[in-house]
């Protein structure tokens, strides 16, 4: 979340329903309420416990989709870069018949280097205790697939010699060395370094297209391919997918891309990088047989 806390705005139905819910210990199995506008087209981990906030240091283990029968286990890991891309990967998961266990957090990238939590203003000592227990958890699951993904601008290294993206990379690569069974590493999302729906709103979508060199910038990529050659994981990388043309489109098919700066809207994740023979499916089941 690039370090800033998140706030979310629902209906007072919703809230009582969700109120309820909490108290009783189950996580709401409620279908996402509709977005109003792409700034608040998230996805429904948000409503339904299943995105960790700082102080949570534990997954939620009712956070299961896809097909929840299957005995094929994939899970996903990684901060809300990875939780942006839940709706296009429960869509996949749903279709090839594979339960779906996440366990994703809020500006926890899946490293172990200290790093800082902006919003908390110090060390993010809970996303190390997190990314223990996420890796207990993998231990028991023993996925057939773990897909980890994360926001190369969320980890802000506490030591110097931790800050650059190789560094980075080496220590996403140890996590996924830790990690029992096969791993999909996917490269972060293009940053539009503007708040799209904003900027769709004052100056129209052709305006607020995002040049090549703001997408790619903060070294998009360097982590993830440094992890995946040091570790022996899959790469899958979307950017083309997401950046057909440059500058890049910020309404694809009259759905806008990008809720703010960085994540993507939750229709836009599920209708078009969740769609059937799409790159992201077809990685995933060719890394699944």
Partial sequence: MSGTTL????????VALLAVLLFSGVAPAVAPVAAASPATDRESLWTQRCLAWERVLTPNRACVYGDTSSRVVVALVGDSHASHLFPAIDRIAKAHHWKLVVMVKVSCGFVDIRIRNIALGREYRECATWNRNVLSRLSVLRPARTIVAMS???????????????????????MIRQVPGPVTVIVDSPFA?????VCIARRGAASCAIPKATALSVGLGSIERTAAASSGASLVDLTRATCAAW????????????????????????????SPGGVL?????????
């Avoid at 980890?155 to 993206?165: E, L, P």
């Fill in 7 to 14: 706030r979310v705005f629902l209906r007072p139905s919703l």
């Fill in 281 to 289: 499916d077809k990685a995933l089941v060719a890394h699944l047989r």
């Fill in 193 to 197: 370094r503007i708040n799209v729906p």
């Fill in 152 to 174: 190369r601008r969320a980890v802000h290294a506490i030591r110097s010699i931790d800050a650059s993206s190789g560094a980075k990379g080496r220590s996403l690569a140890r």
């Fill in 247 to 274: 500058p890049c489109p910020v309404v694809v098919r009259r759905m806008t891309v990008f809720r703010d700066e960085e994540h993507f809207t939750a229709t836009y994740s599920r209708t078009v990088l969740g």
